[in-house]
């Protein structure tokens, strides 16, 4: 009750003066955009912090600590940031209502890094139709690229799942021409936007998937979908889960003595689960699994030791997260994605408006992002909004990742795919 | 025919999963007519109680010891500290109770360890293991031996010792136990805790396999639901024989039937509570009671 | 009289809040008019008739995509697609209802905990019509042509003028021989029956009329959202709904206004109070308010009220003394 009467109270407040200083007629000069003032800028953020996808506040949490770092050197052009960071509990609605807060209350100028397929769906219609910048959504769904004409202030950043997964058909289609495809997915639009990249790659070979089983975020355990594909004499295992399920089918194919050439997402690959697969499933479990890399690893400590940008990334957790663990690559995701838009910030200069923001993120060339692994460019344009394309495909060996080959553009294969 | 055993031994451990679970619910609706809706988040709680002793150096049984005597506390207190004052309340009110523990306790474990899915070390070895081309693990028997074992004990406990048959006087009678001199509030409490201690060592079993988050437990827990009620939901032995039953069950539906596939095994697990409650409400196992208006 | 009194200032209140407040706290309040329509559902029949249900979001859930589904695949009005879901939740009513009878207490709490539960797949199996798990997007409400209000404040004002109407369709309902017969089961079933209810209809029809509220309830929740998707109606909203009666109070349909505020607000206030973990803010408060206001805020404030009364010598306070418990909504035994 409380809480209520204080916004109902205030809400009054707010309105009668609003009605004292439209009354007065004195309008400020400038029309600026919301959330820009000489010394701030203020940008609304939500996350998961309680709820089924908990596991990616961290996200939010390592762009907080990106903020800080970047305010407490002066800020971004003589401003500092204020990120409103809120729990949507992953569920549609509450982000709805969020975002309407954020936008009405809070004057944000921008919606920065929100969340998950569901979500973002949700709330790209309001922002769009207010003309909000809804930047830099962390979910690697196609539409975010491909929908840009109807949704011109929404855009992405990962790379999209139906890229990756298009590129381990190439992969296979390169190394394995006779390999008997077993898919395993989740059974939702990721699973299935990773679905349509393996097929969209195989091409005309799409007959070389043998046999496709999906399991249920609910589902206690994919020991029952590892054996089918085991029994349908699959010699080629795609693994289209998220981290936990990615484990258990590692652990369980090495447990029923299936050793196929095993394929894993992204999303799933980062050293910590890697480790814990191998622990529980023993060594076999993921020699020479492969997958691909677009940012660096936090937990790959042998491989980074003397490289600057994970020591820019040591620094800040240091400073900002002391307790956290940051070997958990959902920071490094915060952090990296949180220089991506400080550096856009940067780029607009000290006129701020909504509309020169998006124009600098939809003709961005960032080549130095520090967190990205070596070599890839952040790199959009007006009609193709796809800012991270290039990934490398890397195999396990032991206890790190090692690339297999060059990094790997799959720009065109998109472009194509979107004509 | 390989493939079908190979699906029968992997339903059968999943299955000895929702049995450890299962077991638990029992025990407190056995003690008390309520179903704790907060059971599988106590036993995530202890896990992680486990694993951070682990952490701590602690070897891993003897992590497992100390983590049964903390949730026997945990649960020992928590019944008296917010059931009891509840304890004659109406069935919401119960129901409501343990689902604002379930949210709590939830929200602490991730508060406390974050939300990043963890291994969990197995007690037992992890070479496969084959017996005519049917692959399972060490971990799976291990699973299995561990979930009859603990319902041995229970069975014993509750037949054999005073302690065991007080409790069970306590449930059945409270009145007359009052006046037999049992301290009835006590066994309550005692039920508590050893349901906390049953759901304890189901936490550490399964946390190898489905691996530590705090959310493990909340699918488990649903079929756990399914397999009490298939089981019948006052009896030990039908919890464990109805987990087992389930997990063959939803791998041989998930598998077999396209129709269902693995998609709907969660709505086919659903439909065997409400099947089972609608026909047969005492389960598998349970004695038939007497239907009150 | 002092009922009609306090209707007459939620109504006052209502009409004029979007007038006073920003618009994003009257875009919440539509939530709140929508939650308030669910959970009046349940007090009826959890509070009036002692069925305990965890499952009402799949009611919710069936009202949104009724709206949604013919909405977006086949282009029809709102003011359509509302009626339809109401009729179409309610008869899914009527058949849960009809099982929901051969379970008692606690047993009926698990079987819909069950539906809630199974929501969610069975919303992503039957994808050719619901979208799967990306769900649909709908059109925001636009006002209609000629009237002054955003679109916005519009669905602000029909939202409300349909609560308003639930609630004084189920006050006729609850007050005559239909309310006397569902409380006459809940106290005292075995007289009720002798004395020639049928509880089986009146014990289905209570299941069906909270689910048409339920229906109506979600195909707001859609409308205002502007989207469904399983993820929309997970069994967490089923919980919440059933959180939000206790907490509101069962014992009066003011218990179903004052939920839904709470519902809609409390988790935006738990996070303010510990940034790091909302949710145990969320489960202390509901064994909190078990403990020490089991009839809810409502309950609280009227015992509250009456002790204050009491204080003061007047000829209203001879009034016996109610002990929580006693109080509450749903008298069963503890145990079987």
């Known amino acids: 009750m409380i809480p209520v009467y204080r916004k109902a109270v205030t809400g009054i407040l707010a309105a009668t003066f609003a009605l004292a200083v439209t009354g007065s007629a004195v309008a400020p000069a400038l029309a600026a955009d919301p959330g820009v003032t000489d010394t701030e800028i203020v940008l609304g953020g939500t996350h998961p912090y309680s ?30 940031i204020k990120y409103i960071d809120k729990d949507d509990g992953y569920s549609p609605p509450q982000a709805v209502q969020i975002v309407h807060q954020l936008v009405e209350q809070d004057k944000v100028f921008a919606i920065f890094d929100t969340l998950g397929t569901a979500v973002n769906t949700a709330i790209r219609p309001y922002l769009n139709q207010n003309g909000v910048p809804h930047m830099f959504v962390a979910t690697g769904a196609s539409t975010w690229g491909k929908d840009y004409q109807k949704f011109p202030w929404t855009i992405g950043w990962q790379p999209d799942y139906q890229a990756e997964a298009a590129l381990y058909a190439q992969d296979i289609l390169q190394n ?143 400073k900002y997260l002391p307790t956290a663990d940051k070997d958990d690559g959902n920071y490094l995701y915060g952090v990296s994605i949180g220089y991506t838009m400080v550096d856009v910030l940067k ?34 344009s007006p009609t193709f909004r796809y800012p991270i394309t290039q990934m490398i495909t890397a195999r396990w060996l032991a206890t790190d990742w090692s690339p297999t080959g060059l990094l790997v553009d799959t720009r065109s294969m998109t472009m194509a795919e979107n004509k | 025919m390989h493939d079908l055993a190979q699906q029968i031994v992997s339903g059968l451990a999943t299955g000895s999963i929702f049995a450890s679970m299962a077991l638990a619910l029992v025990l407190i609706y056995r003690s008390m007519g309520v179903i704790n809706f907060a059971q599988g988040e106590l036993a995530m709680f202890s896990t992680y109680v486990a694993w951070q002793l682990v952490q701590m150096g602690v070897p891993m049984w003897g992590a497992f010891f100390i983590t049964i005597v903390v949730a026997f506390a945990g649960g020992v207190l928590l019944e008296r500290l917010v059931i009891r004052p509840v304890e004659r309340a109406p069935q919401l009110t119960l129901v409501i109770v343990t689902l604002g523990l379930f949210t709590a306790i939830n929200g602490l474990a991730g508060w406390f360890w974050g939300y990043v899915v963890k291994p969990f070390p197995t007690p037992f070895p992890t070479t496969p293991l084959q017996i005519g081309g049917v692959a399972f693990s060490a971990q ?24 065991g048959l007080a409790m069970r006087a306590a449930a059945l009678y409270p009145d007359q136990s009052r006046v037999l001199g049992i301290r009835v ?97 005492s389960g598998l196992f349970g004695r038939a009671t007497v239907q009150r208006v | ?113 069950s539906l809630a539960v199974a929501t969610p797949s069975f919303l992503k199996h039957y994808k050719s019509i619901t979208g ?8 925001a409400v636009k006002a209609p042509a000629g009237l002054p209000t955003s679109g916005q404040q519009w669905l602000y004002y029909v939202a409300w003028a349909i609560a308003g109407a639930a609630f004084l369709a189920s006050a006729l309902i609850v007050r005559g021989k239909f309310g006397r017969a569902l409380r006459a089961l809940r106290d005292n079933p075995i007289a009720a029956i002798s004395f020639g209810v049928n509880p089986y209809s009146y014990k289905t029809l209570a299941f069906g009329w909270s689910a048409v509220l339920s229906g109506i309830a979600g195909a707001f929740l859609a409308m205002t959202t502007a989207y469904v998707s399983p993820d929309t109606f997970t069994f967490a909203l089923s919980i919440t709904l059933l959180i939000g009666a206790v907490l509101g109070g069962m014992m009066t349909f003011w218990g179903a206004l004052v939920g839904a505020i709470v519902i809609e607000f409390l988790p935006l206030v ?26 809810g805020i409502v309950g609280g404030l009227q015992r509250l009220t009456r002790r204050l009364v009491r204080r003061v010598p007047s000829p209203t306070a001879f009034e016996p003394s109610v002990p929580a418990a006693a109080s509450m909504a749903v008298d069963q035994p503890t145990r079987e």
């Open chain 1, 347 to 380: 780029r607009a200069g000290k006129d701020l408006t909504r509309k020169k923001v998006m124009d600098i993120a939809t003709n961005l060339v960032e080549k130095d992002n520090p967190l990205a692994y070596p070599g890839v460019v952040i790199r959009t």
């Open chain 2, 140 to 163: 799976d028997v291990g699973v299995i031996v561990v979930s009859l074992v603990t319902l041995g004990l229970i069975s014993l406990f509750f037949q054999k010792t005073k302690l």
């Open chain 3, 270 to 295: 738990a996070q303010q109070v510990n940034a790091g973990a909302p949710s145990v803010v969320y489960g202390v408060t509901l064994i909190l308010m078990m403990l020490f206001v089991p009839d």
């Open chain 1, 176 to 318: 394995h021409p006779k390999a008997k495809i077993g898919v395993l997915y989740q059974n939702d639009d990721y699973g299935e936007d990773y679905n349509a990249g393996l097929k969209r790659g195989l091409g005309k070979h799409q007959e070389m998937i043998v046999k496709m089983a999906s399991y249920e975020t609910t589902d206690p355990n994919v020991s029952s979908q590892v054996s089918t594909l085991k029994a349908a004499g699959c010699d080629t295992f795609m693994i289209f889960a998220t981290p936990k399920f990615a484990i258990q089918s590692m652990v369980a194919a090495a447990q029923q003595s299936w050793h196929p050439t095993t394929y894993l997402n992204n999303v799933s690959a980062a050293v910590p689960f890697m480790n814990a697969a191998s622990k529980a499933g023993g060594p076999a479990a993921v020699a020479g699994v492969i997958s691909t890399i677009y940012l660096k690893d936090p937990a790959n400590h042998a491989r980074y030791a003397g490289d600057a940008g994970m020591k820019f990334y040591n620094e800040i957790m240091a």
């Open chain 1, 51 to 80: 709820g089924p996808a908990s596991a990616y506040g961290n996200i939010g949490k390592g762009i907080g600590a990106y903020f800080s770092y970047v305010n407490d050197r002066g800020g971004v052009n003589g401003r500092k």
């Open chain 3, 1 to 113: 009289m002092a009922r009609a009194i306090r209707v007459g200032i939620a109504v006052v209140v209502i009409a004029i809040l979007p007038a006073i407040v920003p618009s994003f706290v009257v875009f919440d309040f539509i939530y709140v008019a929508a939650y308030a329509i669910a959970i009046l559902g349940l007090i009826i029949l959890t509070g009036m008739n002692g069925q305990i249900s965890l499952g009402h979001g799949a009611f919710m859930a069936l009202g949104g995509y009724v709206v949604a589904v013919l909405a977006h695949n086949l282009g029809w009005p709102y003011w359509v697609g509302v009626p339809l879901a109401a009729l179409a939740s309610g008869a899914f009513g009527l058949v849960i209802g009809a099982i929901a009878l051969r379970l008692a207490g606690v047993y009926l709490a698990l079987a819909t905990f």
């Open chain 3, 132 to 139: 799967g798990f990306g769900g649909l997007s709908l059109d």
């Open chain 2, 185 to 281: 509030g006590w066994m309550l409490a005692l039920g508590w805790g050893l349901a906390s201690v049953v759901g304890a060592i189901s936490g550490i079993m399964i946390a190898p396999v489905v691996f530590l988050d705090p959310n493990m437990m909340q699918s488990v827990i649903v079929y756990a639901f399914a397999a009490a009620v298939l089981g019948g939901i006052e009896s030990p032995i039908g919890a464990v024989v109805g987990g087992l039953i389930l997990g063959v069950v939803l791998n041989l539906l998930g598998t077999y039937v396209e129709a269902i596939g693995n998609e709907l095994r969660l709505a086919a697990a659903l439909a065997i509570i409400v099947a089972v409650l609608v026909i047969k409400p």
